[in-house]
């Protein structure tokens, strides 16, 4: 056998390993009834800080260390698994599914279905207005045709409060902007959320 098939294999045994240990990342917390907030996590140097396994690293190219280091990526997990989700947890990275995706997850309950509703989300997200509410809380809205708002998603810590409480904080936060901008409306929209 080449040089080149061995590492070929390496690689390739090893970026299935690490991509098998990502679902399953995404499977724990799908078990759990969260899904994990892909774009946060994804965030250069998120993993690495939070001491989560890499999914791909440069030590993937080098065989024999490609190995290595996914079974080490693999242990580290299996080994701080609860201590991963309550640091994902504190930092709001986890978010609580919806009734609807709950049953999604139900009929697969495998991790690429759990990936598979982050990638469906941020489709469903792309055409809504974000604002940043706080350092670590975002509300997802568009404006209806009567100009109402619809709260479409709310992330962070925002996103375990109870629904009036997240209309207050669109509120505060739009009259907050209103005040720095010296704006006076007296036709204000009212505010609801959409029921998924």
């Given at each position: 056998m080449s040089i080149l098939n061995i590492w070929l294999a390496t690689f390739a045994t090893s970026l299935g390993i690490s991509t098998i240990n990502e679902l399953r990342m995404y499977k724990d917390a799908a078990d759990k009834g969260y899904r994990l907030n892909s774009e946060s996590m994804n965030k250069p140097n998120f993993r690495m800080r939070q001491g989560i396994p890499q999914n791909i690293s440069l030590l993937l190219l080098i065989p024999g260390l490609n190995l290595l280091n996914t079974i080490k990526n693999v242990l580290v997990y299996e080994i701080n698994r609860e201590k991963i989700f309550k640091r994902l947890d504190r930092l709001a990275i986890t978010e609580?599914?919806?009734?609807?995706?709950?049953?999604?997850?139900?009929?697969?309950?495998?991790?690429?279905?759990?990936?598979?509703?982050?990638?469906?989300?941020?489709?469903?997200?792309?055409?809504?207005?974000?604002?940043?509410?706080?350092?670590?809380?975002?509300?997802?809205?568009?404006?209806?045709?009567?100009?109402?708002?619809?709260?479409?998603?709310?992330?962070?810590?925002?996103?375990?409060?109870?629904?009036?409480?997240?209309?207050?904080?669109?509120?505060?936060?739009?009259?907050?902007?209103?005040?720095?901008?010296?704006?006076?409306?007296?036709?204000?929209?009212?505010?609801?959320?959409?029921?998924?």
């Open positions: 609580e599914m919806t009734e609807e995706e709950k049953k999604i997850y139900d009929e697969f309950p495998i991790g690429l279905t759990s990936g598979l509703l982050n990638v469906r989300e941020k489709g469903e997200l792309s055409d809504c207005t974000s604002v940043k509410i706080d350092k670590k809380s975002k509300i997802y809205y568009n404006l209806d045709d009567e100009g109402q708002f619809e709260i479409h998603k709310v992330t962070g810590p925002l996103s375990k409060k109870t629904p009036n409480e997240q209309i207050e904080a669109l509120k505060e936060y739009r009259e907050k902007l209103l005040k720095e901008r010296n704006i006076n409306l007296t036709n204000q929209p009212r505010i609801r959320v959409r029921s998924k």
